[in-house]
């Protein structure tokens, strides 16, 4: 993977790390498992976060051949280490 990548990812994955840790009624857990709901929120919140990229972002993600399918599995991977 290239540099660019890797770049999106950390950045993605933080963010998404820490919206999870400021807003945790957003994104509920039963029985140590994801509800539906926060499932539904996390894909939300990838989307967003792909729809709201600065200039910088788009051509960082453009040169490393991120897509916001990346952005979803990024979300969903943080989100499953918070479980």
Avoid: H
């Avoid at 993977?1 to 950045?11: I, R, V, W």
């Avoid at 140590?32 to 993600?61: F, G, I």
């Amino acid at each position: 993977m290239n540099t660019s990548y890797q770049l999106a990812k950390q950045a993605v994955t933080g963010l998404a790390k820490e919206n999870f840790s400021l807003y945790p009624e957003d994104y509920p857990i039963e029985n140590d498992m994801a509800t539906n709901e926060a499932s539904e929120n996390v894909s939300d919140l990838a989307k967003a976060y792909w729809d709201n990229r600065t200039e910088l972002d788009t051509q960082r993600d453009e040169d490393g051949g991120v897509t916001i399918i990346d952005y979803v599995e990024w979300c969903q991977a943080a989100f499953a280490e918070t479980l």
